[in-house]
């Protein structure tokens, strides 16, 4: 009996055992189980590693909201690839830039300008010739003195954001209130003379304060202008040259010079304590050279809203009325890890897509020329396809490799012509002097 007893005892706890190892059998999770999970896990580890982190460098806080929204479309259609906004401020921008390249870590996409040599002579950029080709980029749907900023030595290093044109603003109730005719399309230097002699005589009849002219002292919204306008230039093709040695050039300063004599243009000590436009919004002149990049300012002045802002391309001199033509571009950074997608979002970002939002926010002229239209909804006050208008026979800026170097003291006699202090002829020949050295040395 006692056996029998010790039998069935020795049963249950076996049966019990099972069962508890059963038990912990089905709580554990299968070897099966773990194995697909931890697939399933590096599957998405791997995917995420799969997408491609690039950065846009760009400096300008007004256009950022627009840009993101560029952005933002575009890693909507790129899955692989993922793109966020670098903002560094104008002043620190380039340094900050040339640090980044020096250590490997500069933006994938970034702003480019007239600086453009020096960063292509430093290794700095990614040629784009081969992308372009590739996938049919026709730069002909852009504006032409752009595309040729930014080709250099024969390869494109970017591609064109905006463009910047300079055209003639003039005050309608300051021509009405002197009786004097606006100025017509296809106005020549010498009309703008004879203007502007009318409205100095009518303005001391009436003893007036206003000036006839004004103009930004600027290199781009004036004297750069002119002297293409006369047949010289500032800096030759090939960056080689400095043309300030050419009579054309010397000619092109001395009929700034002309009109300060005459009293037809506001004093240098008037331009250079304020600004040309500024002077023009508050009433006190008729006429100011000025950049595209005033449209804005133009279009929400009171002077704008009352429909008193008139504008006209540039006046003809003897050779042409040729505005110098600044603009960004859109440049891949050399040693970046991502080119081909670099290479994507600047094909979206300067394309049809990202051009209509650049145009339809007002940000900048788009230098893509089917997205124009886009820009021109942003004004009803002022005509602003005259700075299509001045974009269309525009030379590209001066430049060259050499241009920060240069550029400063040719600003620097240029304002020590227009001050009176030497003559135009002087000063241009001090001016070859420095840019050519610097031009040679390089």
Not at 55 to 76: C, P, S
Not at 377 to 396: H, L
């Amino acid at each position: 009996m006692m056996k029998k007893i010790l039998s069935l005892t020795m049963v249950i706890i076996l049966a019990m055992a099972l069962f508890a190892g059963c038990a912990k059998d089905e709580e554990k999770p299968s070897t099966a189980g773990d194995n697909t999970n931890s697939s399933s896990s590096s599957s998405e580890k791997k995917e995420k590693k799969e997408v491609e982190e690039i950065t846009l460098g760009i400096w300008d806080e007004n256009q950022k909201d627009a840009l993101q929204e560029i952005v933002d479309a575009f890693n909507a259609e790129n899955e692989s690839i993922h793109a966020t906004i670098e903002l560094t401020p104008w002043s620190s921008y380039w340094t900050k830039l040339d640090a980044a390249a020096g250590a490997g870590e500069a933006p994938d996409v970034f702003w480019m300008n007239v600086y453009l040599p020096k960063y292509v002579d430093g290794g700095v950029l990614l040629p784009m010739d081969e992308y372009i080709a590739r996938d049919n980029v026709n730069t002909g749907d852009y504006v032409d003195a752009i595309v040729n900023t930014y080709n250099y030595e024969g390869q494109q290093w970017a591609m064109p954001k905006g463009v910047d044109s300079v055209a003639v603003a003039y005050n309608k109730a300051i021509f009405d209130q002197y009786g004097v005719e606006y100025p017509q399309d296809g106005w020549t230097w010498d009309d703008m003379v004879a203007i502007a002699e009318e409205l100095k005589a009518a303005i001391a009849t009436a003893n007036g304060s206003e000036y006839p002219i004004l103009m930004e002292l600027d290199a781009q919204p004036s004297h750069f202008n002119f002297a293409h306008q006369t047949g010289g230039y500032i800096i030759s093709e090939d960056f080689s040259q400095s043309g300030y040695n050419q009579p054309e050039t010397v000619e092109a300063y001395q009929n700034v010079v002309d009109l300060l004599d005459q009293e037809l243009l506001a004093p240098y000590v008037v331009l250079s304590e304020t600004k040309g436009t500024d002077l023009f919004l508050s009433g006190k002149g008729a006429i100011v050279f000025l950049g595209s990049w005033k449209a804005t300012v133009l279009e929400e002045s009171t002077m704008g809203q009352e429909g008193n802002v008139g504008l006209i391309t540039m006046p003809k001199q003897s050779q042409s009325n040729a505005s110098v033509l600044g603009g960004l571009g859109y440049s891949i950074y050399g040693n970046t890890d991502h080119p081909d997608a670099a290479w994507e979002l600047v094909k979206f970002i300067t394309g049809p897509v990202g051009n209509k939002i650049q145009g339809e926010a007002g940000i900048d002229i788009p230098a893509h020329k089917e997205s124009q239209q886009y820009y021109l909804n942003n004004f009803q006050n002022i005509e602003t396809g005259i700075f299509f208008d001045a974009a269309e026979t525009a030379v590209p800026f001066p430049a060259g490799p050499t241009l920060t170097k240069w550029l400063g003291p040719v600003n620097d006699y240029a304002a020590q012509i227009f001050a009176g202090e030497i003559t135009a002829e002087e000063g241009c020949a001090k001016i070859y002097e420095e840019m050519q050295k610097i031009i040679d040395e390089e």
